[in-house]
């Protein structure tokens, strides 16, 4: 009687201690996005700098993106939605104007802009 009571009380937090941990904010976990928060964080100059501390993966040689090697292997930038251009333009956009930065891989990119981004796209999304 005594040790099936102890199971009633000890099961559920068991089951409660093996449950995944979720952080109070989803976009903590996101490292497709970095967060005004974090860009604020990271006294970075420029929006190339802000990415460079916290997501150098974002700038990274995607491969050979078509068989005619005539689109980028590396992502393309565009600001509120706009094509901005090259990786390097993103040099010219001060941290303290961007609100959020994204990263959309090949697929996510050709679906928001159109082909012709096979590198991807990099979101600058401004304050």
């Given amino acids: 009687m005594l040790a099936?009571?102890?199971a009633a009380i000890a099961v559920p937090f068991l089951l409660l201690g093996c449950a995944a941990q979720t952080s109070p904010r989803g976009?903590?976990?996101?490292?497709?996005?970095?967060?005004?928060?974090?860009?604020?964080?990271s006294q970075a100059a420029n929006a190339y700098d802000?990415?460079?501390k916290l997501r150098a993966n974002f700038l990274s040689h995607r491969g050979q993106t078509s068989l005619r090697g005539t689109s980028s292997p590396y992502p393309t930038v565009y600001v509120d939605d706009q094509a901005y251009g090259p990786i390097a333009s993103l040099r010219n956009i001060p941290?303290?104007?961007?609100?959020?930065?994204?990263?959309?891989?090949?697929?996510?990119?050709?679906s928001k802009y159109g082909i012709g981004n096979m590198g991807g796209v990099i979101a600058v999304s401004t304050r």
């Fill in 4 to 6: 099936s009571r102890w």
């Fill in 50 to 52: 802000v990415i460079k």
């Fill in 95 to 110: 941290a303290i104007q961007v609100a959020e930065i994204r990263l959309y891989r090949a697929w996510e990119a050709q």
């Fill in 27 to 41: 976009d903590d976990l996101r490292r497709d996005v970095i967060t005004e928060e974090q860009i604020d964080a």
